[in-house]
């Protein structure tokens, strides 16, 4: 898979891929991952990558000029409707469609290339999101200062369900969220520590009641603390 991103902070992402599975997929050729300066698509004098609202108001809204230079270095087309299969441009925004695992699985099965827009917090000229833009998506109800952040999120939760992205001893099918419950608590050695036992049940050997256990646990928590996963829709919603 091919991942650009685009952002007027280049610098944010510097060392951020640098590490775990996503240094991995890069080093087996599984992602071809770069990152773009939107003020290297300028042609202006200044290199102007944002302006001031038609209307009025606070802050500087994202030009559209260079985005679209953008895309159609790295997409071909800037328009949406002649991209190549498998090509997907995604802005991220606050006002997108919530990014969750399954949303993850879909970019990770369907897309060969993602182009990723970091908006900022004042925003994104309308015309790329109308035309350039085939996903808007958020990360959370929650502000950031700018889609970098999210970009981040994205990619790492997407590269590591590539095919290979995982190390043998891992596997996708065995994360929380895959079925649908939170991960039940770990423990390692010492058995003891500052009077603190682990259950006796993980020490038995009997495998049978480990999971048994386990699986118990992940549901109590689950309950607990998020009862909006235990939907019967599996969506993980
Ligand atoms: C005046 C700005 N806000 C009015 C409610 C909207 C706003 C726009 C842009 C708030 C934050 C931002 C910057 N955030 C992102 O670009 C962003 C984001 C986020 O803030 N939360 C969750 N996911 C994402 S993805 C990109």
Redesign the pocket.
């Known amino acids: 898979m091919k991942i650009d991103i685009l952002t007027i902070f280049p610098e944010f992402f510097k060392e951020v891929f640098d590490f775990g599975i996503i240094r991995r997929a890069k080093l087996a050729n599984i992602v071809d991952l770069n990152v773009h300066d939107i003020r290297e698509f300028t042609t202006d004098k200044h290199r102007m990558t944002d302006d001031r609202p038609f209307g009025g108001g606070d802050g500087m809204v994202l030009k559209p000029e260079p985005i679209f230079a953008a895309i159609e270095k790295l997409v071909g087309t800037s328009d949406r409707e002649n991209y190549p299969s498998g090509t997907k441009v995604i802005l991220?925004?606050?006002q997108?469609r919530v990014f969750k695992q399954a949303v993850a699985r879909e970019f990770a099965e369907e897309a060969t290339h993602l182009v990723l827009i970091c908006?900022?917090?004042?925003?994104v000229d309308e015309r790329v999101n109308e035309t350039l833009v085939t996903d808007e998506?958020?990360?959370?109800d929650?502000?950031?200062?700018?889609?970098e952040p999210?970009a981040v999120v994205l990619t790492d939760a997407v590269v590591r369900l590539l095919p290979d992205a995982l190390g043998s001893d891992t596997s996708a099918e065995n994360d929380s969220f895959s079925d649908g419950l939170l991960d039940c608590p770990h423990y390692t050695r010492p058995a003891e520590f500052r009077g603190m036992k682990v259950p006796e049940v993980l020490l038995n050997g009997n495998h049978a009641e480990i999971e048994k256990w386990r699986k118990g646990k992940a549901l109590e928590k689950t309950t607990a603390i998020r009862k909006d996963l235990l939907g019967a829709n599996g969506e993980c919603e």
């Open positions: 991220l925004s606050p997108g908006g900022r917090y004042e925003g998506i958020s990360i959370g929650y502000v950031l200062s700018g889609g999210a």
